[in-house]
């Protein structure tokens, strides 16, 4: 999948004429959108993009923003994220998209008219086709429709969908999978996305305060203002290459001899316990952290990109009075997730 940002195929003020040179971009069927979480709703646009733009012998693509417009809007009141852009890129790579438009959310962008955005789609991005959902808008004051896009003379297929307004629990939506995982319910938030629910990062540098209480962590950068789910964990994590891929046997081969880890359920994993959260038994600061423990392993893992699997909650973060009892607090929960694991192989 190709990625673009649209600062590279046109600069602002994103005045589009006849004069403009086209770009080099493939004649394309596009969908537009946040797509934040890949559900199953947008798996269900993404498949029939894929097939229209085979049956036309055009490329699939998306356009997606970032910031999303609510971060743009209110940053610390918008939603939290379910994916990055970096998880995004691969997850709508794995569901047949050809190439990746990242429209950058700004004052610019907002002002565009949908006449100007119509242009920006005919005529600098070679969109033939549009697949988009029944509630979409755009332009200054959305102002533009499908309707609006199909006056124009493009092809535009509607799609019913579930805009993240509307929270009923018979529908698909980005709210609905939020809703979830912040109440613990992994698995049905997982049935909405149609596969586990992961995040990606890099391992960074944190205080090493679990080191000293003989439980060290991997602090995993977020790249989020916050996250969607919170509390403790039982987790899967699979080491990645720079491309993104799972290397085989990945964080076995970081270990330390006789320090290998506990395996974890899905190949070339290690099980962990997460705690995902603000830490309110050592600081007061609202800083989201995830931090994974694992069992019986040693190694340096500093500046490995990690992906983390969750597989069961346990409980909600807990503020304990002291080190004492959080240290107490945190061999009990190991124990308790270490527990539920030799369940799982059981079963």
Request: charged letters at 20%; aromatic letters at 8%.
């Amino acid at each position: 999948m190709n990625t673009y940002y649209l600062e590279q195929l046109i600069a602002p003020p994103y005045i589009v004429n006849d004069s403009v040179k086209a770009t080099d971009l493939a004649p394309c069927v596009l969908t537009i959108g946040n797509f934040d979480g890949v559900h199953l709703g947008h798996q269900a646009m993404l498949a029939k993009v894929r097939a229209l733009a085979d049956e036309q012998n055009l490329s699939a693509a998306v356009m997606i923003f970032e910031p999303q417009p609510r971060e743009f809007f209110a940053p610390q009141k918008a939603p939290a994220r379910l994916t990055t852009l970096a998880e995004k890129q691969a997850l709508l790579a794995d569901f047949g998209v050809d190439t990746l438009i990242v429209a950058g959310f700004d004052s610019d962008f907002r002002a565009l008219s949908a006449t100007a955005f119509a242009d920006l789609l005919a005529k600098r991005l070679n969109v033939q086709a549009l697949v988009l959902g029944d509630d979409f808008r755009f332009g200054h004051d959305r102002t533009g429709d499908s309707q609006f896009l199909q006056n124009y003379g493009l092809q535009v297929i509607d799609l019913q969908t579930v805009t993240d307004e509307e929270q009923q629990d018979d529908r698909i939506s980005s709210t609905r999978v939020r809703d979830l995982l912040l109440a613990g319910d992994i698995d049905a938030a997982n049935r909405l996305l149609g596969r586990d629910y992961t995040i990606m990062g890099q391992v960074v540098g944190g205080d090493k305060i679990g080191r000293t209480m003989d439980f060290p962590t991997a602090n995993i950068e977020l790249s989020r203002i916050k996250p969607a789910l919170h509390g403790i964990f039982a987790v899967d994590v699979v080491r990645l290459d720079k491309q993104g891929n799972i290397v085989a046997d990945g964080l076995s081969a970081l270990a330390e001899e006789g320090q290998m880890g506990v395996a974890g359920l899905q190949e070339h994993s290690l099980f962990g316990t997460a705690s995902i959260g603000t830490r309110p038994s050592v600081t007061k600061e609202q800083e989201w952290r995830l931090e994974v423990h694992f069992p019986q392993f040693q190694g340096d893992l500093y500046g490995e990109s990690l992906q983390v699997r969750f597989l069961h909650y346990l409980h909600g973060e807990r503020n304990y009075e002291g080190l004492a009892a959080l240290k107490q607090g945190i061999h009990q929960d190991v124990t308790d997730l270490l527990a539920w694991r030799e369940q799982q192989l059981d079963q």
